[in-house]
């Protein structure tokens, strides 16, 4: 199974960058999805998930009210708009994708998620 990121770059702080997180392989509607990110020699950290199918959004607190997490059914494609971009946004972007309708409680944990893509880097710098 193949998730397939992009979007990533360099940008100024307050600026912003759009995600996107491919899948041809994946019945885009009976997973859940979500995108994590990681810097060197920390764990990796949550930032937002969404539900496959039906309303679920969630999000991690350091981007709650800057990034919004989105899906186009048609694409099989998951987005997340990343506005307000700080220094410390900056990391290794992963999205990740579950059978759907995991308990909302473990959505947060990168354990939960059985499918990975690759990573795109994503730099916030002036």
């Known amino acids: 199974v193949q998730l397939q990121a992009s979007g990533g770059g360099l940008v100024q702080p307050g600026g912003s960058l759009r995600l996107s997180c491919a899948t041809s392989?994946?019945?885009?509607?009976?997973?859940?999805f979500a995108w994590f990110r990681q810097t060197p020699g920390k764990e990796r950290e949550f930032a937002a998930a969404?539900?496959?199918?039906?309303?679920?959004?969630y999000y991690g607190d350091s981007v709650k009210g800057r990034f919004t997490i989105s899906r186009d059914g048609a694409k099989n494609t998951v987005y997340m708009q990343m506005n307000s971009l700080k220094p410390e946004d900056t990391a290794v972007y992963y999205c990740?994708?579950?059978?759907?309708?995991?308990?909302?409680?473990?959505?947060?944990?990168?354990?939960?998620?059985?499918?990975w893509g690759q990573g795109t880097e994503v730099t916030v710098s002036s």
């Open positions: 990740a994708a579950v059978p759907a309708r995991v308990n909302s409680g473990r959505l947060f944990r990168p354990s939960t998620y059985d499918y």
């Open positions: 392989q994946l019945p885009f509607s009976t997973h859940d």
């Open positions: 969404i539900r496959g199918r039906g309303p679920g959004t």
